[in-house]
């Protein structure tokens, strides 16, 4: 069992029967009353994000998760295709679980797929990739660093990003996964 004083971003926890990640959590102790635990949590089967609030020392089911070593073979609109390294055995798991991460993920790259009771549902990226920019509009003389300013770009993955002005075709970047922003030229 875990308690609402033992939780940490990331962890997941047993609610009511179904599984959710805990993604923030404030303890708060108002004036008077009892204190109390406010998250936000994602639901691991759909990836759904709720606002909960919890009594201080509730307690809950841990649940027992699992990150393998995966090669992310390719997505066919349905299903992610993923290769346990090791075994060579091939996984499919439903693109809408894992859609947000694969934003961020080439054909055949290494991940971490997380097991939540056996089961796969997540990918755990790191904290920052370098993709390179595939479509952009070309600076305009003029636009400068010290300018300011955003443009659209796509990357090798197929997501967009806005990028600052002096990015071109071609240029690695490197992204900040969580939020999908811009970081630097890489």
């Given at each position: 069992?875990?308690?609402?004083?033992?939780?940490?971003?990331?962890?997941?926890?047993?609610?009511?029967?179904?599984?959710?990640?805990?993604?923030?959590?404030?303890?708060?102790?108002?004036?008077?009353?009892?204190?109390?635990?406010?998250?936000?949590?994602?639901?691991?089967?759909?990836?759904?994000?709720?606002?909960?609030?919890?009594?201080?020392?509730?307690?809950?089911r841990a649940v027992r998760?699992?990150?393998?070593?995966?090669?992310?073979?390719?997505?066919?609109?349905?299903?992610?295709?993923?290769?346990?390294?090791?075994?060579?055995?091939?996984?499919?798991?439903?693109?809408?679980?894992?859609?947000?991460?694969?934003?961020?993920?080439?054909?055949?790259?290494?991940?971490?797929?997380?097991?939540?009771?056996?089961?796969?549902?997540?990918?755990?990226?790191?904290?920052?990739?370098?993709?390179?920019?595939?479509?952009?509009?070309?600076?305009?003389?003029?636009?400068?660093?010290?300018?300011?300013?955003?443009?659209?770009?796509?990357?090798?993955?197929?997501?967009?990003?806005?990028?600052?002005?002096?990015?071109?075709?071609?240029?690695?970047?490197?992204?900040?996964?969580?939020?999908?922003?811009?970081?630097?030229?890489?």
């Amino acid at each position: 069992m875990i308690s609402t004083n033992q939780f940490k971003n990331g962890n997941h926890i047993e609610v009511e029967g179904t599984i959710f990640k805990v993604l923030e959590f404030q303890h708060v102790k108002p004036g008077k009353g009892g204190a109390f635990v406010r998250t936000k949590l994602r639901r691991a089967s759909d990836g759904n994000v709720i606002d909960r609030t919890f009594r201080a020392g509730e307690k809950f089911r841990a649940v027992r998760t699992e990150a393998r070593k995966m090669q992310f073979l390719y997505a066919d609109g349905t299903d992610a295709h993923f290769m346990d390294s090791a075994s060579y055995e091939q996984l499919a798991v439903p693109e809408n679980t894992v859609g947000d991460a694969l934003r961020w993920t080439k054909p055949s790259d290494e991940v971490d797929l997380l097991f939540i009771d056996g089961q796969p549902s997540d990918l755990q990226l790191p904290a920052s990739v370098e993709l390179e920019v595939t479509q952009t509009e070309p600076g305009v003389r003029g636009d400068t660093a010290s300018g300011g300013g955003n443009k659209p770009a796509t990357l090798e993955t197929g997501a967009t990003i806005q990028v600052p002005l002096f990015v071109n075709i071609g240029d690695r970047v490197k992204v900040q996964t969580a939020s999908g922003d811009y970081m630097s030229r890489a």
